[in-house]
């Protein structure tokens, strides 16, 4: 059974700083493109990041470019989101997913993993 395991989240006030993680259990990802998404109340899950297999490629939604990074540690089948500079519109809970394949994508039909979410909050 595969299981993804998110972690990191908590209540920051605005311009600090959280990293979430995201770790698989159940089989290996490292050919896997993975992506955080995030989905605030009354709104649609949307992409935050993405990163190909081999962490060589990594996109961003422009409302986040330039204060979040993602990584990962193929060795620990764990993905990464360090969230900088955060905002009160950052609020929201925050998923990892796993790709079909070693390639990314924005929508949420070519992800067929998901962790349970952890909720970020930013106070102003």
């Known amino acids: 059974q595969v299981t993804l395991v998110e972690s990191g989240g908590g209540l920051v006030q605005a311009g600090g700083s959280l990293r979430l993680s995201c770790t698989a259990s159940?089989?290996?990802?490292?050919?896997?493109?993975m992506a955080w998404f995030r989905q605030a109340p009354e709104k649609e899950r949307g992409v935050v990041a993405t990163?190909?297999?081999?962490?060589?490629?990594?996109a961003y939604a422009d409302s986040v470019k330039g204060r979040f990074t993602i990584s990962r540690d193929n060795a620990k089948n764990t993905v990464y989101l360090q969230m900088n500079s955060l905002k009160p519109e950052d609020t929201a809970v925050y998923y990892c997913?796993?790709?079909?394949?070693?390639?990314?994508?924005?929508?949420?039909?070519?992800?067929?993993?998901w962790g349970q979410g952890t909720q970020v909050t930013v106070s102003s």
């Open positions: 997913a796993v790709g079909n394949s070693g390639g990314i994508s924005n929508s949420r039909n070519y992800y067929g993993y």
């Open positions: 990163i190909t297999a081999s962490g060589s490629n990594t």
């Open positions: 159940g089989r290996t990802f490292s050919n896997r493109g």
